[in-house]
């Protein structure tokens, strides 16, 4: 899912390369709607990446209780804990090979803690904004 892109190309590149292309389908510009049901439908989310600002997908999955399988990052350490997803090494693709493995094997399956969807609510995040201001402001 997302922009179609420099990387979305790599990425087909790769599946025709591999003889994968009709194992995947590149889905773009989804609406609430179309994501709402792939995440419904999904195993869990699996979130390959090197890097990452935040991490809205991985929030997005934990709204629909599926497991997280993901690059051990800092951020989505900070988002998720270490023990509520399956981590592996982006640069490491036995890692990632690993981690899948264990969660289809895993008969109890990791599932992030719906508490973690209330640190980001929109109130939430409303009132911290506004405390700050209020702060700075001095009022």
């Known amino acids: 899912m997302g922009p179609h892109d420099y990387f979305t190309e790599r990425v087909k590149s790769f599946a025709q390369k591999h003889q994968l292309s009709d194992q995947v389908e590149f889905i773009h510009d989804a609406d609430d709607h179309e994501l709402a049901v792939l995440y419904e439908q ?5 979130q390959p990446s090197f890097a990452e600002g935040f991490g ?8 629909f209780q599926k497991p997280i399988i993901a690059s051990e990052l800092p951020v989505f350490k900070e988002l998720l804990g270490n023990d509520t997803f399956y981590a592996f090494n982006p640069h490491d693709i036995s890692s990632m090979t690993s981690a899948i493995e264990t969660f289809i094997t895993d008969t109890k399956k990791k599932r992030v803690p719906k508490g973690i969807l209330d640190s980001f ?3 939430t995040m409303a009132k911290r904004i506004w405390t700050l201001y209020k702060e700075e402001l001095g009022i």
């Open 56 to 63: 809205l997908p991985i929030l997005e999955a934990t709204s």
């Open 121 to 123: 609510s929109f109130d």
């Open 42 to 46: 999904a195993e869990a989310l699996i």
